[in-house]
């Protein structure tokens, strides 16, 4: 099974800047994957939005309430990435949640290739005036 966990949530006082983390664990099964990776974020009482995206040929797209403000990276071999955060507001108070998607190599014989799409446990940002 493959695990995501994102780091690098905290406090922060508005204007300020934080980096989010997130990596996949390693798993034999699942190597050399071409990745996509997600941040989400969800508010107390909200629904989860999205944040922002990057695929494997490193395409971005950000939702509008970050343009400018957010840059999403990741490092394919090492199945990480991050979400550099700037200009802190109160509306970024959220947990962030990241999501990658994986199109792999085979691993078994007779396979044609592996997928996954695994979910972290969240990161709170927490940011005050």
């Known amino acids: 099974e493959v695990q995501v966990m994102e780091s690098g949530g905290g406090s922060v006082q508005a204007g300020g800047s934080l980096t989010l983390s997130c990596s996949v664990s390693p798993n034999a099964k699942y190597n050399n994957c071409q990745t996509e990776m997600s941040w989400y974020r969800q508010a107390p009482g909200k629904e989860r939005d999205f944040v922002s995206d990057i695929d494997a040929d490193g395409r971005t797209s950000y939702a509008d309430s970050v343009k400018g403000r957010f840059t999403i990276s990741q490092d394919i071999p090492k199945m990480t990435g991050s979400l550099q955060m700037t200009t802190l507001k109160l509306e970024d108070t959220a947990m962030y949640y990241c999501?990658?998607?994986?199109?792999?190599?085979?691993?078994?014989?007779?396979?044609?290739?592996?997928?996954?799409?695994?979910w972290g446990q969240g990161t709170l940002v927490t940011v005050s005036s």
């Open positions: 999501t990658v998607k994986g199109s792999c190599p085979p691993y078994a014989a007779g396979e044609s290739g592996r997928y996954f799409e695994a």
